[in-house]
């Protein structure tokens, strides 16, 4: 039998909850957040961090707004042992921030983490121990009975050691680890069973952390876990709900929103991900999620490169271009199709900052993560004629008519699929002045004259070398129509102009001017040409004057036309 062989596998079995009432809740609020990126993502990494790198990590996620951060393991490693005590000693918890410390149910890593908080004004003391079957019966090799007793003499070691010191503000947390696959009634009757340790009902300060230690099934089902656990958790008015769930299945994120709905207060995970396996809950996608739906996240995003940057030097983890919200090339379309409507989307919110946020294509303004938007767009052979007008207008303020936009992208699209690759903005540029500014020199303008006769419009244009220099004199319905005529009359050459565009490059009398025009030669010659000029008339002589050069015009001056200047 083929070694890929799904019927060595069976479903999850579903929750029978006929009464749920999360799919119809809305978030109104973020949970509370909970970064065990110091510890259960620090755990994943190959080479652990430093006390250093963790310091580094810490202080980037107290500036971000975290207020419960758990900073380790410290009974298990001497390192973070060392952390905990150096964040204390040299009081770097600020007021309002909790720290978290994990052991395991045992009485000699309780004192050892009750001895590396000594000193600290408020923190939580994470006790677990793991509750499904697998765990119970082919790890330890207890009944249902002894792994409770597991879970409350821990809970009770937890309880005496806090006692010690009463100058210190302590909140009990548990967890039943493998939450998700424990039989759900088990699963409250041991939490229950270490809240009747712990008295929350008495003031005391109690966090049941529920993990998806290994996701085993769609987030619907742990949702239904979820409410059918709260249902069912005598005092649970006394107690805060958390969840904390892995990636196995690719659906962490989605698993822990729909916790919140159906009645979890804390979220608890870490930066892009980290963790075991296929990793921790992303913190950061749920919040971006909660914010691009407008709702206060309650942790500052916005370095959203710093935090990349710091994430990756501290771990030594690399982010996927494709992360969701923080990723490289997440706001980037090399789409034509999307790049056009980018394009005009932006445009149209050109002074309306304080707006509903609706552009096509991004879901958020790449603005407010740091993003800049020369990122957005960017060209390859699959970029239209929308996009390298984008990069144009943002990099140069250089707006295309939609016919010189069409012929242009003909034409970076060509150097993308020869060099089979992304082409530069830079690149795009240079492109575009050798195909279309750049000129002969024969065909530079080098003054002109208009007067106007009538409804008609006399035009006198000097064009060539210094050096080598002609007159051409015409008239015609306006300065272009002179010039051809001028052409016509002067170098018996016959042109049309077939498509014309011409605008200020800014605001102001002192604005730059642009001219874009493409002319057919009676050769049968078609090219088009750019120009700029101090001001559009010029732009627009000169725009023709090239135009006509490229498409190969022949020459036929009359002699008494012809100057030379010595």
């Not at 909970?34 to 755990?43: E, P």
């Not at 007021?95 to 149910?105: C, R, Y």
């Not at 892995?246 to 929103?257: I, K, L, P, S, Y």
Request: hydrophobic share 40%.
């Amino acid at each position: 039998m083929n070694s890929f062989n799904h019927r060595r596998y069976r479903a999850f079995p579903a929750v029978h909850k006929p009464d749920r009432r999360w799919p119809n809740r809305r978030m109104h609020h973020a949970p509370t957040w909970a970064s065990v990126d110091l510890r259960d993502g620090n755990q994943a990494l190959v080479s652990p961090m430093s006390v250093t790198q963790k310091m580094e990590m810490f202080d980037l996620l107290v500036r971000m707004g975290f207020k419960e951060i758990e900073v380790g393991f410290p009974a298990a490693s001497q390192p973070d042992f060392d952390f905990v005590r150096k964040i204390i000693e040299e009081k770097r918890i600020p007021e309002d921030v909790t720290i978290q410390v994990l052991t395991q149910a045992r009485e000699n890593l309780v004192e050892r983490s009750y001895a590396a908080l000594q000193g600290v004004h408020r923190a939580i003391v994470h006790v677990y121990n793991s509750t499904s079957p697998a765990q119970r019966e082919q790890v330890f090799g207890l009944d249902k009975e002894g792994v409770k007793a597991v879970a409350v003499r821990g809970a009770e070691w937890v309880k005496a050691g806090a006692a010690r010191f009463p100058e210190t503000q302590w909140t009990f947390q548990y967890s039943p680890e493998s939450f998700s696959n424990t039989e759900l009634d088990y699963a409250v009757e041991i939490c229950e069973a270490v809240m009747a340790v712990w008295h929350p009902e008495e003031g005391q300060s109690v966090i049941l952390n529920l993990p998806a230690t290994v996701e085993s099934a769609m987030p619907n089902v742990f949702a239904d876990q979820i409410e059918w656990f709260c249902d069912h958790l005598r005092g649970r008015e006394h107690v805060k709900v958390s969840v904390h769930t892995h990636n196995d299945r690719g659906c962490a994120v989605a698993a822990a929103e729909l916790a919140v709905l159906a009645g979890a207060d804390r979220v608890e995970g870490t930066l892009f991900g980290n963790g075991e396996r296929t990793g921790n809950m992303d913190i950061l996608t749920m919040a971006m999620n909660l914010y691009s739906q407008g709702l206060d996240p309650r942790l500052d995003l916005s370095m959203g490169e710093a935090i990349r940057e710091i994430y990756t030097r501290c771990t030594g983890m690399a982010v996927s271009p494709r992360h969701p919200w923080f990723g490289e090339l997440v706001y980037t379309a090399f789409s034509g199709s999307h790049q056009d409507a980018i394009r005009k989307g932006i445009n149209r919110r050109q002074g309306q900052d304080e707006a509903i946020w609706e552009v096509p294509y991004l879901p958020i303004d790449p603005a407010d993560l740091g993003r800049n938007y020369e990122a957005v767009v960017r060209i390859n052979s699959q970029s239209g004629k929308g996009g390298v007008s984008h990069v144009l207008e943002r990099d140069y303020g250089i707006s295309l008519p939609r016919w010189l936009a069409q012929e242009f992208s003909a034409v970076v699209q060509k150097a993308t699929e020869e060099q089979s690759g992304e082409i530069t903005a830079k690149q795009i540029y240079a492109l575009f002045e050798s195909h279309f500014v750049q000129r002969n020199a024969d065909w530079q303008m080098q003054r002109y004259r208009l007067q106007r006769e009538g409804e008609k419009v006399i035009a006198s244009v000097v064009m060539g070398t210094e050096a080598h220099s002609r007159i051409l004199q015409g008239k015609g319905s306006g300065a272009v129509g002179a010039l051809v005529g001028a052409l016509i009359q002067g170098a018996g050459i016959y042109a049309e102009v077939e498509q014309f565009d011409q605008h200020a490059l800014g605001a102001g009398t002192g604005a730059r001017a642009m001219a874009c025009a493409r002319v057919s030669v009676e050769s049968g010659g078609t090219a088009s040409a750019v120009s700029f000029g101090e001001d559009t008339t010029e732009a627009a002589l000169q725009s023709v004057l090239s135009a006509i050069g490229k498409a190969g015009a022949v020459v036929r001056f009359h002699q008494n036309n012809e100057q030379k200047q010595g």
